[in-house]
C-alpha cells in the first residue's frame, strides 16, 4: 500500500483496492488516532470518527473506501436500495 499524509492532520491514504487488508489498516489507523486523542475507543466511536472522515473526504474512492468500511462495522451489506453514503438528491417515496 501506498501510504501519504492527507493535509497534515494524520490520514493515511491508500492506494484502495477494496481489500480486508486496507480495511484492517484504516482501522487500525483511525483507533491509534483516537488514543492519541485520549478517546474512548468503542464500536460507536470508530462510526462517528468513520462518519466525521466521509464528511472531510475530498476523494471519492477514499469516501467509498470509508462508505465501506463503515457498513462492514454497522452489519449492512452493500445494497442498490439503501448505503450509508448515498450520494445524490433523497426521493421521497411515497410521492414517486
Known amino acids: 500500500m501506498q501510504g501519504t499524509r492527507d493535509n497534515g492532520v494524520g490520514r493515511s491514504l491508500f492506494s484502495l483496492q477494496g481489500n480486508a487488508t486496507a480495511y484492517e489498516e ?5 483507533v491509534i488516532e483516537m488514543l492519541h486523542e485520549k478517546q474512548n ?3 460507536q466511536s470508530i ?13 471519492p474512492l477514499l469516501e467509498a473506501h470509508y462508505c465501506e468500511l463503515l ?9 442498490s436500495v439503501m448505503s450509508p453514503c448515498a450520494t445524490g438528491p433523497v426521493t421521497d417515496r411515497e410521492n414517486a
Open 71 to 79: 457498513a462492514l462495522l454497522l452489519g449492512k451489506k452493500k445494497s
Open 41 to 43: 475507543v468503542s464500536r
Open 47 to 59: 462510526c462517528v470518527k468513520l462518519a466525521a472522515r466521509i464528511d472531510d473526504s475530498i476523494d
Open 26 to 30: 484504516t482501522l487500525g489507523a483511525v
